[in-house]
């Protein structure tokens, strides 16, 4: 019997709606959408989609460590046994240490399904303690530009005339419906400017191309305030109507003078004018999110600036802007569902984090409750997740140093946490002090190999869903089951439900399916799933524009902040600065940076999957042609690239296109073919995790995330990881 459904792929965090083809119970193929609107939307990591729902090593059965912790010796339980010991042993530790002691890792995206249960339950039970890789992504970024305007905005890529990348590099296999957008966009002529050390596949197409050094982008954004400032080019209107702190702003401005914003960023000053004048002058202009600022030592500043960027280029709120959306009226947010209300003061007060690095924490959230309230209609906006979260670092030094208090329970949610986050090492040693450790993965990853308990996840095709965008915008897309889950896997809404029943908070988990789950959603708009899924596949708000003239903003003052009041209350600069990352020395002469994201694969997954991974067999370092010769290497080279933290070992590819003087380094690299033979299948050779550090001169103060664009390392010639075979998931 063949069946056809159309799901979400969760494989990457974008979303793209799928066709979906079963027979006889078993996935068979994964292809584009028939609606035409979306039909450029898959790559190739999709298409893989039946092979890894149905690959030979998907988690089926619930484990229990038997061996030591990291052992990897398991043993079968069943699903209620496993949840009655979690409930049991997690019990005991809230009574001995507190709630707060356990901390939980999860990103959402992948498990899709998790409905902020997560946070409803540990704020019920009185832990603020959750941390994400969104801390690392856009939900950092949402946080940020909430400080600014209240929310954070979505491109107009239909409408617009000019696209802004920093770095951001969306291409046919990475981030596909973006990277349509944008040709989309080009095609109705808009210009695109590129911001990257690199000639990326953007920066390769683009108009102008920005060269900069890594790391410098609060200062290029300086810059380009200096030129819209200097020749008029801002909206005076909207700045005197809208915008408070223009005159703290323009003195600060004035601080970055085009030499020092030249020599800063290594860029011509004259190209800098260049962008600078087509971003402002351009009929409607966007800046669109981008991790490249989420991850450096000025990120809190540098996100500020793109969105003092699109407010005093008047771009904020208009066609061919960026929008701010505001919560759904037709599904119920998770920042709701999330019971933040529910957590007292006197807990949240503890999140790690709170005192040193509040950006994204509870601290802030409960600064802006007021104004998000008046202007969106709720307190607590849990935009992409990110806006009330524990800080990681924070976290895992608790872990693993016991200060200020020990965490004693980590659960890890589709979230391979031991290679996700700065200093690895840290992280290691943060696990192998706890007193119960519990991953829900789909794969035998490193971090779950650490667990006391793994229980086996369901994919995409396996589970009922309707996709919002986190609360970033107000689309709804449906995601349907196609076939049933493997004996015992479930989903993270089963695994929170069954937790809180178990726990005591049977009242506040009612429902008892996904699709009970989803009706209370969307009983928002008077609708059940089966007449959602029946009408239609996706649907969407028309967006408002210039809806402030009504509200005001969701700040405290209810106008733009150039100068933040939030921060300024928090004791930090008011406004936006550049601040240097750690010098590179003559021992440690390049500045290496994470990413350039590699098409086969999303984060940390997928090495597994032998059609995936034929693609791209090992883990590559970029360097340009003239410090390979330098270093007297060659394309293809084993080397080990060593920073003061730690070590990776990865191949050389030299290319023209690089920067001089830079490193690139790949995320998330480990060996499932070396499960048995290497510690933890390899975790340790070539995650980029245990190079970056999280000392406090590598962290961006307002939020404490880490620098991950430009800090010192060397390399040195070495050979090919012990075990390590190209051929090893090829042949
Ligand atoms: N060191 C370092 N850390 C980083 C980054 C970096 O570049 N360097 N990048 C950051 C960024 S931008 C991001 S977005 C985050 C990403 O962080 P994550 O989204 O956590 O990324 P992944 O590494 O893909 O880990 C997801 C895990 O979920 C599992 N999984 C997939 N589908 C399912 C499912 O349906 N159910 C269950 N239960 N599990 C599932 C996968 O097997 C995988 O192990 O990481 C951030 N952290
Ligand atoms: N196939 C695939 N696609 C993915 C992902 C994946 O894992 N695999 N991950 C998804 C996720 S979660 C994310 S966050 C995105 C990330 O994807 P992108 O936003 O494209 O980010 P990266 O690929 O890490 O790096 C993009 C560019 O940033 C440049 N760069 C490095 N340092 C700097 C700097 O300091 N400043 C500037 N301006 N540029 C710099 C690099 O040279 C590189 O060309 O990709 C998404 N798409
Ligand atoms: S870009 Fe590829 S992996 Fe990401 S959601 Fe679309 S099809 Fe899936
Ligand atoms: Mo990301």
């Not at 706890?434 to 794969?443: D, K, P, R, Y």
Request: glycine share 6%; charged share 25%.
């Amino acid at each position: 019997m063949s069946t056809t459904k159309y799901s979400v792929c969760t494989i990457c965090d974008i979303g793209c709606q799928l066709r979906t083809e079963a027979e006889d119970g078993k996935v068979k193929r994964m292809i584009a959408h028939d609606n035409p609107m979306l039909a450029n939307n898959i790559c190739y990591k999709g298409t893989a989609a039946p092979h890894i729902h149905n690959h030979k090593d998907r988690l089926t059965v619930p484990l229990k460590r038997v061996g030591e912790r990291g052992e990897d010796k398991w043993q079968e339980i069943s699903y209620e046994q496993a949840m009655d010991e979690i409930a049991e042993k997690l019990q005991g530790i809230v009574t001995q240490y507190g709630p707060e002691t356990l901390a939980v890792s999860t990103s959402g995206w992948n498990t899709q399904t998790t409905h902020s249960m997560d946070r409803r339950f540990m704020n019920l039970l009185g832990s603020p303690n959750w941390i994400s890789g969104v801390a690392l992504c856009a939900g950092n970024t949402a946080a940020v530009n909430r400080l600014t305007y209240g929310w954070f905005p979505q491109p107009d890529f239909g409408n617009t005339k000019c696209i802004v990348l920093f770095g951001h590099n969306p291409r046919k296999h990475s981030w596909t419906p973006i990277f349509n957008a944008i040709n989309s966009a080009r095609k109705n002529g808009a210009k695109v400017i590129v911001l990257d050390p690199r000639i990326s596949d953007q920066a390769e197409t683009a108009d102008i191309h920005l060269r900069l050094r890594a790391g410098t982008d609060a200062a290029m954004c300086l810059g380009w305030l200096k030129v819209i400032f200097d020749e008029g080019l801002y909206d005076r209107d909207f700045v005197e109507q809208w915008c408070t702190g223009f005159d703290e702003l323009r003195a600060r401005v004035d601080e970055y003078p085009l030499e020092r914003v030249e020599s800063i960023t290594g860029v011509d000053r004259n190209l800098i004018i260049e962008a600078a004048r087509a971003y402002a002058n351009a009929d409607g202009a966007v800046i669109p999110w981008t991790p490249i600022t989420d991850q450096q030592i000025s990120s809190t500043s540098a996100i500020r600036l793109h969105s003092i960027l699109r407010a005093v280029t008047g771009n904020l709120d208009v066609v061919g802007g960026e929008s701010l959306g505001g919560f759904s009226d037709a599904y119920i947010p998770e920042s709701e569902l999330g019971l933040h209300e529910r957590l007292s003061d006197t807990q949240k007060a503890k999140q790690l984090g709170f005192d040193d690095h509040p950006a994204f924490t509870y601290r802030v959230a409960e600064m802006l409750k007021e104004s998000t309230e008046k202007v969106w209609g709720f307190p607590y906006a849990d935009i992409v997740m990110g806006c009330q979260m524990a800080n990681p670092t924070n976290v895992f030094r608790a872990m693993a140093h016991s200060a200020p208090y020990p965490i004693k329970a980590f659960f890890a949610l589709g979230n391979n946490a031991l290679m996700s986050y700065p200093n690895q090492h840290q992280i290691h040693e943060g696990l192998l002090n706890q007193e119960l450790i519990v991953a829900h993965e789909i794969f035998m990853t490193p971090t779950a190999m650490l667990a006391d308990y793994i229980l086996p996840g369901d994919v995409f095709s396996e589970r009922n869903h309707i996709a919002d965008t986190w609360s970033w915008s107000t689309r709804l897309s449906l995601s349907q089951k196609i076939v049933e889950p493997p004996a015992q896997a479930s989903s993270t809404f089963q695994f929170w439900r069954d937790l809180a029943h178990r726990m005591g908070f049977t009242e506040e988990f009612p429902w008892e399916s996904l699709e009970d789950m989803l009706d209370y959603r969307l009983s928002r708009s008077g609708r059940t799933f089966a007449e959602f899924e029946a009408s239609t596949f996706m649907e969407m708000q028309a967006p408002q524009f210039r809806k402030y003239r009504q509200r005001g903003f969701a700040t405290p003052s209810g106008k733009v902040e150039l100068a933040s009041s939030v921060l300024a209350d928090l004791g930090f600069d008011p406004l936006p600065y550049y601040r240097e990352g750690p010098a590179l020395t003559e021992d440690y002469p390049y500045a290496v940076f994470t990413g350039v994201r590699e098409d086969p694969f999303f984060q940390t997954g997928q090495r597994n999957i032998e059609v995936l991974r034929a693609r791209c067999p090992s883990p590559k370092l970029f360097l340009h042609p003239d410090d390979a010769n330098q270093e007297q290497l060659s394309d293809g080279d084993w080397v080990r690239l060593e920073t003061k933290s730690g070590a990776v070992t990865a191949k050389i590819s030299v290319q023209d296109s690089m920067k001089q003087g830079h490193i690139r380094v790949p995320h998330g690299w480990w060996y499932p073919e070396l499960r048995g033979t290497e510690k933890l299948a390899g975790a340790f050779i070539s995650s980029d995790a245990v190079l970056c550090s999280d000392d406090d001169e590598f962290l961006d103060k307002e939020q404490g995330i880490p620098h991950f664009k430009g800090f010192p390392g060397r390399i040195v010639k070495t050979t090919a990881p012990a075990n390590f075979s190209d051929q090893v998931l090829n042949g």
